[in-house]
């Protein structure tokens, strides 16, 4: 995979407590940054398909549940 450099800044006391959660659990910090960042992409993503989906119509559960009883299915 392709890597390209990000720089930012954070507050002082966030990178002092990601570095020392990194030293003590071994995890490289690059690491826990970039899966951070998925993590928070997926959520959004996560977010926006739910907008969609509550968007689409619905049919009630009982109606459902009713449809296949009658028709022998359930």
């Known amino acids: 995979m392709k890597s390209k450099q990000l720089a930012t800044k954070i507050d002082a006391s966030v990178k002092d407590a990601l570095e ?3 030293e003590e659990r071994g995890i490289k910090m690059n690491r826990f940054i970039e899966d951070a960042i998925l993590d ?8 926006e398909e739910l ?5 689409e119509s619905y049919r ?9 009883k009658k028709s022998g299915k359930l």
């Open 20 to 22: 020392a959660l990194c």
């Open 40 to 47: 928070k992409l997926e959520e959004l993503e996560d977010v």
């Open 60 to 68: 009630p559960f009982s109606e459902v549940l009713s449809e296949l």
């Open 51 to 55: 907008k969609a989906l509550r968007k």
